[in-house]
């Protein structure tokens, strides 16, 4: 599986496709596995491209001493694209909001639109309980691996306190193995995800980094789930409201992870807006 050189260290990604590029991003204690259900779903002619950032779930660790915090993890994934020469980038954010200060930082010069399903935003860091939780076991000594251990268990899993309030239907077993394997097995693997953890979410700050969107001048597509309580509903019809070239569909019946509630649903519409575009840009 492919890897490219940061100034971080080594990052992992899978691809399909060719095409214009689409990088899915993907939230704390998961990887690029999160998008499996619907990359088969979404319409060729595209380069899909799924990173493994450094959220507790990646297999490589980064070098000692990177810059973890948000304005760190935003370079990062601003790094990347450069790295692989992408432009004109689609952008689809999940769970993990931070990406969307891109903007805020003025690292969006190579995102040419959004996809925003539900994600941290506005002053939701850390999000609902999982969010609280996660925060909670960076901060307690063996907190991370305990919670690790703890996903691996389907009834605890199914906590709202863990996963229960992420998916509206459970997880598999093997899914959520992978996701936890990384950092079980080494230690340097959760001091990434400490680094991130502990770096502080200071809500004036991040409510003003995603008002900042108002000056992203692309389509956007905010998928929303009109279920659940960790990513608020209402954040969706703001998030859409802010962004000048916005539209909201509100995805039924799902939680957080609506890619994995609701696969055929996600990618109908991330279809739609995708082919949407390209047929506007070739007119």
Not at 101 to 130: I, K, Q
Not at 189 to 197: E, K, M, T, V
Not at 222 to 229: F, N, T, V, Y
């Amino acid at each position: 599986m492919p890897t490219v050189e940061l100034a971080a260290g080594r990052m992992h990604y899978v691809e399909h496709g060719e095409g214009p590029p689409v990088v899915l991003l993907h939230g704390l204690l998961m990887n690029h596995t999160v998008w499996d259900r619907i990359i088969g779903l979404l319409p060729p002619g595209f380069r899909y491209i799924r990173p493994d950032l450094p959220l507790g779930a990646h297999p490589i660790p980064l070098e000692p001493g990177t810059d973890l915090s948000m304005r760190g993890l935003n370079r990062l994934v601003a790094d990347f694209l450069a790295a692989l020469d992408l432009d004109d980038v689609v952008l689809v954010h999940s769970d993990w909001g931070g990406a969307l200060f891109l903007t805020a930082y003025g690292l969006d010069d190579r995102v040419g639109r959004l996809v925003a399903l539900p994600c941290e935003a506005f002053d939701n860091f850390p999000p609902g309980l999982p969010g609280k939780m996660a925060t909670a076991a960076c901060r307690i000594p063996g907190g991370v691996s305990l919670a690790l251990r703890q996903l691996r268990i389907r009834w605890l899993r199914r906590s709202p306190l863990l996963f229960g309030w992420m998916a509206r239907y459970p997880l598999p077993d093997d899914l959520v193995r992978g996701w936890t394997e990384p950092g079980l097995r080494d230690e340097r693997i959760r001091r990434d995800l400490l680094a991130y953890g502990r770096s502080g979410f200071p809500a004036n700050e991040l409510i003003a980094h995603t008002e900042a969107l108002r000056g992203f001048r692309g389509d956007a597509l905010i998928l929303w789930s009109a279920a659940g309580k960790v990513m608020p509903r209402d954040h969706g019809r703001r998030l859409a409201e802010l962004i000048p070239a916005a539209r909201l569909v509100e995805i039924p019946d799902a939680y957080v992870l609506s890619m994995l509630d609701q696969p055929e649903a996600v990618a109908s519409a991330m279809s739609e807006f995708l082919l949407t575009d390209r047929a506007g840009r070739l007119e």
